[in-house]
């Protein structure tokens, strides 16, 4: 245990954390330094939220000697007694503060979903202000689910963490105005080719070599699903359950009900909603519903699934390779959700909208088209129309690759602007 403590606290020697790129988020994260409250990171393995913890050390260590800083990996199998015991919590602490001679005030717990029961510790430690501050992520939506919620009320601060979202790639790759932005559409239009093909997890945005980004992709892929759902849930029927994600993903913006995907995956209903859960809970897909004013029918309503990252969807389905409306619609759904909209949804009423979004009393509409032409112009345009027939919308909106027109009260816009 103390050599995996020394390993992932090499900040105890005073040299600060580098290769570390501009998140968005990071800068509420900083005035969250100012309360005692616990600091809460949520989202899909690999997307950056341990990198995110080491730029809030980075700037901790200006304030406070480095070795009061302590961040624990749970997820590093050295942990394994604590996983089941979190009274060890305070062993582990023990031995840190032993090794550093410094008492710990300020403690990062990283994927803490690992230990059972970990809020109890965390509760109590905050309670009798034993850290001036704690952090703690996790990449399953379910170890912040109502019971903890309840438990840690009033106490934490939650941000959620998505891999790298356009606006973080054009800001990494120097193009942060927008006479850049239009000087360099070459290069812009490269950055969202390699989204669409690659994904845009932080350490595949590193690698060159394209066999270790598939490796890479892949062994996330068998992460998330054997420890965020197989192994979480205990789950039997492995087979089944991995049919009924790759079914999913390969037909991802396609229109389902939980009936018509147990169906296809060899299933029932209910075990392919309870799966679809799991699945969400993991942040490996989203599951979206069709629009409507009541609850109630939103809950019984058809659906659409997207995968967290287009990377991903290639090395999961190789169909992608040559469907580059679906990647297009599934990549332009993932911005969309990292803009921290209150609700997408999608409609059906009278044609299709792609995505109907939310925000207070304010209603949106967006279409997606890789590129509009003769034949699918008219269908794109005329479906603002009838969505219009049902709610009021302050914007609409065709998002395509690369072309831009106005045409009434409808925009076309290149992918690169709107998220820009």
């Keep these: 245990m103390e050599q995996a403590i020394m390993k992932q606290n090499p900040h105890w020697n005073g040299k600060r954390y580098l290769h570390l790129q501009e998140r968005s988020v990071f800068e509420r994260l900083l005035n969250n330094l100012q309360t005692r409250h616990i600091q809460i990171l949520t989202g899909i393995r690999r997307c950056g939220k341990s990198s995110i913890f080491r730029m809030l050390i980075n700037e901790l260590m200006q304030q406070t000697s480095p070795k009061s800083i302590l961040f624990l990996n749970l997820d590093d199998p050295q942990y394994f007694e604590v996983w089941e015991n979190p009274a060890l919590f305070y062993s582990i602490i023990e031995t840190a503060e032993k090794i550093a001679g410094e008492k710990v005030q300020y403690l990062f717990l990283d994927e803490v979903q690992a230990v059972t029961r970990w809020e109890n510790f965390v509760k109590s430690t905050y ?99 054997m420890k965020d759902c197989v192994s979480r849930h205990q789950i039997a029927d492995i087979a089944t359950f991995k049919k009924l994600l790759l079914y999913s993903i390969s037909n991802a913006g396609a229109i389902f009900s939980y009936k018509s995907l147990g169906v296809a995956a060899g299933t029932n209903e209910n075990t392919a909603k309870k799966y679809i859960d799991i699945l969400n809970g993991s942040y490996i897909i989203q599951d979206i519903s069709n629009f409507a004013f009541s609850l109630k029918e939103n809950v019984r309503n058809s659906h659409k699934i997207y995968a967290a990252d287009t990377g991903l969807m290639n090395v999961i389905s190789y169909r992608f390779f040559d469907n580059k409306g679906a990647l297009f619609e599934n990549f332009v759904f993932n911005e969309l959700q990292k803009q921290n909209h209150e609700k997408i949804t999608f409609a059906t009423n009278s044609g299709e909208c792609d995505f109907v979004i939310k925000d207070g009393f304010d209603y ?32 609409k909106t065709i998002i395509t690759y690369n072309q831009e027109q106005q045409t009434g009260d409808i925009e076309v816009v290149p992918v690169w602007k709107y998220f820009f």
């Design 127 to 225: 309670d009798s202000e034993v850290f001036k501050k704690i952090f703690v992520t996790g990449s399953n939506y379910s170890f912040l689910n109502n019971e903890y919620s309840i438990l840690l009320s009033g106490r934490y601060l939650a941000n959620n963490v998505f891999p790298f979202s356009l606006k973080e790639l054009f800001v990494n790759n120097r193009v942060t105005d927008y006479l850049t932005l239009i000087q360099e559409r070459p290069s812009v239009l490269r950055i969202i080719d390699n989204c669409l093909e690659w994904g845009c997890f932080p350490e595949i945005k590193l690698q060159k070599n394209n066999d270790i980004k598939s490796n890479l992709l892949t062994s996330y892929f068998d992460s998330i699903i």
């Design 364 to 395: 949106q509409a967006v279409q997606v088209c890789y590129e509009l032409t003769p034949e699918n112009s008219g269908r794109e345009f005329a479906d603002f129309s009838n969505m219009e027939k049902d709610i009021k919308l302050s914007r």
